[in-house]
């Protein structure tokens, strides 16, 4: 009797140890972009951008207060939205049209924009 107790006991800690693991499954993380018109509600001011599907905003404090390099030009500024909030690719709502568009050396997540002889630090907007 004892012996088919403990057999009993052994079987249901095995079946609660394997149930219980969660081997073979994975947690997901996704992170989500925000389009034009989240953004925009949030501050109806900002001067924003679309490239690669992500909205870059310009004038975020601490990117601001960081020192970048210009890398490879990868796009322009193809045309300029003031009026909704619909954004595609290379477009703008106040940078001008023919802006250029560099990555950074130091972060996959900030651009720099070389708009008027400036150069302006955009981040990618994004929520995850």
Known sequence: MFRKLCYTLFAIFILLIIGC??????????????DAEEVLTLDPGADIF??????????????????????VQIGEIKTKNE???DFKDGMSNKLP????I???KE????????????????????EG
């Open 50 to 71: 679309q490239y690669d599907g992500a909205i870059y905003k310009t004038n975020v404090d601490w990117v601001e207060e960081l020192t970048l390099t210009k890398d």
């Open 97 to 100: 049209v023919g802006a250029k």
């Open 107 to 126: 972060r996959g997540s900030i651009l720099i924009v070389e708009s008027e002889g400036a150069d302006l630090n955009y981040l990618a907007i994004i």
């Open 83 to 85: 009026t909704n909030t």
């Open 102 to 104: 560099f990555s950074t």
């Open 21 to 34: 693991s969660n081997q073979g499954e994975s947690t997901k993380v996704s992170i989500e972009r925000i």
